[in-house]
């Protein structure tokens, strides 16, 4: 406008052209802040700042748009707010009624495009009329303003007479430029289409009759009279008017403007041979190109490539990719997106001959306007061509897109079987196993609501490790397929999984925690059925001692081995707890910045290996005293610790073991509400045991004796304290332990192992009280009445014991 040959508005302009719009509109804001209030510096850069918001809004996406329009908006009202009004407030004014034409003329570029359906064009047809509105009433003011100004000469600020001659002008094509956008969201071919566009050519018309042959601004007017026309119905009017501006003298940008409308009006009329000869005229004008040219011909070389013949449809096709790019690539997202969505109303043809760079900006357009179906099926057929092309790679990406839509759309399943064919089908290419354990996450969502699905989850990650043994991604199959098999309850078989996780893969801190679980459970499950455990142990050490060392010094997942290691030397090859001591010790002087909680867990492991080995009780319980940030919840662990070496004890070792449980159990004193009710109960057991060990017997026996009244239901309790008395010479003691036993034995359910177990304390009571004779009925009746005890490990026991009630 008037302002367009400053310094500042030269600059600003620059910063546009390359889409710097944040950048120009910080410039801006930095000088306005400096800017005397209502100078001509400040009404230029107000001005530059609204139009730099309305542009960058036009290339924004869609939800970052309304807020740069607001923006703008509100640039434009707060400077008009001031009283008095600044002298160019009227710059302003028209700068402010363009940007609700901005607004809607985006929005109705994009109907056309099928972005925004018909039903959702209301907003853009208020912001038109508002603009319509603005414009009508600065033409009516500028109208009676003009002849008072020649008479009267401006204020200081004020524009001129002939300023706002010219500003007259350009309100005139504007206010037809928004007239023109009403008639196009009119109906096609509707009388209100033919009346806007005629009111448009009456608007156009007025500053044609008083600007003279050489006003710049006549051929811009005469430009969109020939737009006017050629949607009126009259192409061949708009294509002589458009060539007689496209003359040397004029501007390039009107030029390249003119040769745009002569392309469109040669479309119009299906004359493809003239459209093909303009075509062939230069791109640009002293090194100046235009988006609206480039545009344009992108037009035309789509509707040459929906018309030719191969192989010429083929290169126009080539030529339209390569123009849809330059837009892209060289006037920004606008018109980037502008030929996106024009690709939208050309459909695929099916056949995988179109051109894949278009096929692909379709379907992206399709994508980003939510037609989901459509996009994937452009993606296929984008595919199909790459891959006839022998372009693999393209191929394969595009076929990845299109599983992607798939899979934000919920349907899992299909995004399984997608990826599945296309990685098996391409198994060479880099991101083939990347894509294929997508396809088997797929699988895994669909399998929430297909238990059908779930198979083909295990089917996809053994198939991957299969296919990719060494890639990457086969760890985190691996570990998949290690939880779900242990969700199975196949800890053996989870094992083998987790195992094989690659120690420099990112998943191989999960794999040992799984490790450590897994391993812990189930030789504990062996334990518990009878199974020996001596060869599964001596595998996760070996496992757990080359983990804890593949690094110096240790890190997390090594640290982590490390406490692993220990506690399955100290439960399974207790002979070993000097190893474990070593290990621990040398894990713990590694690093000082080791975390505390790790530190503790470390040092309370020490604990038990220390307690392990002959005469080092008074160093365990030494460590055990320094542990001073262990919670109640650790020092409980290591009375566990403890309570499993002290199992496998006996004679001098068993004692200096209950020593250092004890004063574990002293350090719990105040804290031991802290455990849950389950755990207090424990320890109230265990510190019963660990008295009777240390040979404090009286204490030991009171303590279970609380625990037996306290506990009455607990048969862990009653059996403990019935073992204690029974472990006795004093008469009275075994006549209670008879007594305790038999109601242990009458609570139990028959041929269990507790049950076994009661029955034969009663009968060795009855033997120690000297009734040989009762004793040896109970253990016959046992021994001799089906099912016996044939294979069981008490078999043994009650046939030896049975052996000593002979006479």
């Known amino acids: 406008m008037l302002l367009a040959d400053s310094h500042d508005a030269q600059f600003l302009s620059g910063l546009r052209e390359r889409r710097l719009f944040e950048l120009a509109e910080m410039y801006c804001l930095d000088w306005l802040r400096q800017e005397t209030q209502n100078g001509m510096a400040e009404s230029e850069l107000t001005l530059e700042l609204i139009r730099t918001l309305a542009l960058h809004a036009a290339h924004a996406p869609a939800d970052r748009r309304a807020a740069l329009w607001a923006s703008a908006r509100k640039t434009a009202a707060d400077y008009l707010r001031r009283s008095p009004a600044p002298p160019r407030a009227i710059l302003i004014r028209v700068q402010n009624a363009l940007t609700p034409l901005a607004l809607g003329e985006l929005s109705r570029q994009e109907a056309e495009a099928g972005v925004i359906a018909a039903a959702d064009l209301e907003p853009a047809r208020q912001a038109l009329r508002e603009a319509t509105s603005l414009l009508e009433g600065l033409d009516k003011e500028l109208t009676r303003e003009i002849p008072l100004r020649r008479r009267t000469p401006p204020r ?73 026309r050629r949607l009126l119905g009259e192409p061949a009017t708009a294509g002589q008017i458009a060539a007689a501006i496209d003359q040397p003298g004029l501007s390039p940008d009107v030029r390249l403007r003119a040769r745009a409308e002569r392309i469109r009006a040669a479309l119009a009329q299906r004359d493809l041979a003239a459209a093909k000869q303009l075509l062939e005229q230069p791109r640009t004008i002293a090194d100046q190109s235009a988006g609206d040219l480039e545009f344009a011909r992108f037009e035309a070389l789509l509707a040459l490539a929906g018309s030719a013949k191969e192989p010429e449809a083929k290169s126009y096709q080539e030529q339209a990719a390569d123009a849809a790019k330059s837009l892209d690539e060289g006037f920004g997202a606008y018109w980037g997106r502008r030929a996106d969505q024009l690709l939208i109303a050309s459909l695929p043809r099916g056949d995988g001959t179109g051109n894949v760079e278009l096929l692909s900006r379709q379907a992206d357009s399709l994508y980003q306007k939510r037609d989901f179906e459509r996009a994937i099926a452009a993606y296929d057929e984008a595919s199909s061509a790459a891959r006839s092309a022998g372009n693999l790679q393209r191929a394969f990406e595009l076929a990845y897109k299109a599983a992607l839509v798939e899979q934000q759309r919920g349907r899992h399943a299909a995004v399984a079987s997608r990826l599945r064919i296309l990685t098996k089908g391409l198994a060479s290419h880099a991101q083939a196993p990347a894509a294929h354990l997508l396809a ?56 083998t999984h987790y195992a094989v996780v690659a120690p420099a893969s990112p998943h191989y801190a999960a794999a040992i925690a799984a490790l450590t679980s897994c391993w812990r459970q189930n030789l504990a499950k062996m334990a518990a059925a009878g199974q020996p455990t001596a060869l599964p142990a001596s595998e996760a050490i070996r496992f757990f001692a080359a983990a804890a060392q593949r690094t110096s010094p240790p890190g997390g997942v090594e640290r982590a081995a490390t406490l692993a290691l220990a506690e399955l030397i100290l439960s399974y090859e207790p002979s070993r707890a000097a190893d474990a001591e070593k290990v621990l010790r040398e894990a713990l002087s590694a690093s000082n910045d080791t975390p505390a909680a790790w530190r503790t867990e470390a040092q309370s492991q020490l604990v038990v290996a220390l307690a392990a080995q002959p005469s080092r009780e008074m160093e365990s319980v030494d460590v055990l005293r320094q542990i001073g940030s262990a919670s109640p919840a650790q020092l409980f662990a290591v009375l566990e610790g403890l309570t499993r070496i002290a199992a496998r004890s006996s004679g001098e070792s068993r004692r200096a073991v209950a020593a250092t449980q004890l004063a574990a159990v002293n350090l719990l004193a105040t804290s031991r509400q802290q455990l849950g009710a389950k755990e207090q109960l424990s320890l109230g057991q265990i510190e019963a045991e ?82 040989r004779a009762g004793a040896s009925a109970l253990l016959r009746y046992i021994l001799e009445t089906p099912p016996g005890l044939a294979g069981s490990e008490w078999e043994a026991k009650y046939a030896l014991l049975l052996k000593r009630c002979q006479p």
């Not at 448009?200 to 006003?215: C, G």
């Open 156 to 228: 200081t600020g004020e524009l001129t007479a002939d300023e706002l001659f010219g500003l007259h002008q350009d309100v005139q094509l504007q206010l037809a430029r928004a007239q023109r956008n009403r008639a196009l969201l009119a109906e096609a071919g509707s009388d209100d289409r033919r009346a806007l566009l005629l009111v448009a050519i009456e608007t156009l018309n007025r500053p044609l009759a008083q600007l003279t042959e050489d006003d710049a601004l006549r051929a811009a007017i005469q430009l969109d009279l020939a737009q006017c």
């Open 690 to 771: 660990a008295l009777a060990a240390a040979g404090r017997r009286d204490e030991a026996l009171a303590a279970y004796a609380r625990l037996s009244e306290a506990h009455p239901d607990d048969a862990s309790v009653q059996a403990g304290f019935a073992a204690l008395l029974l472990d006795s010479t004093d008469r009275r003691q075994l006549e209670q332990a008879l007594d305790q036993w038999r109601t242990v034995a009458a609570r139990c359910k028959p041929r269990t192992t507790r049950w076994q177990q009661a029955k034969y304390s009663v009968a060795l009571a009855q033997f120690k009280l000297g009734d």
């Open 440 to 495: 088997a996450w797929n699988a895994a969502q669909a399998s929430q609501e297909d238990p059908a699905a779930a198979e083909l989850y295990v089917e996809l990650l053994r198939e991957h490790v299969s296919i990719w043994p060494s890639a990457e991604s086969a760890s985190q199959a691996r570990l998949w397929l290690g939880r779900l098999t242990e969700s199975r309850s196949d800890l053996a078989g989870a094992i």
